[in-house]
């Protein structure tokens, strides 16, 4: 399986990380975008904001997990996560 990110219509995109496109209202709350393992949005309060809500132009590395993640993460986590890692300041 394999990662993708489709554009939709307006400010939704639809996300698929080892699952089928996942499309209407709430869609990607199926993914976790988090960075360093704190949720960025709420589940069901999604949309592309999120993933400009990260600091991926200063991240240390992305980690993507495909699949089920929730024993990890949490149940927003259903079917992957987008885990912005960002440096050690310490």
Do not use: M, W
């Amino acid at each position: 399986g394999g990662a993708g990110v489709q554009r939709g219509n307006g400010q939704e995109y639809l996300p698929a990380l080892r699952s089928p496109v996942l499309t209407g209202a709430g869609a990607c709350g199926g993914i976790l975008a988090a960075e360093d393992g704190i949720a960025l949005r709420a589940a069901g309060f999604c949309n592309i904001n999120e993933l400009f809500e990260a600091h991926g132009e200063i991240a240390q590395r992305i980690d993507v997990i495909k699949g089920p993640a929730s024993a990890l993460y949490g149940s927003n986590a259903i079917h992957g996560v987008i885990n912005v890692i960002t440096p050690d300041t310490t």
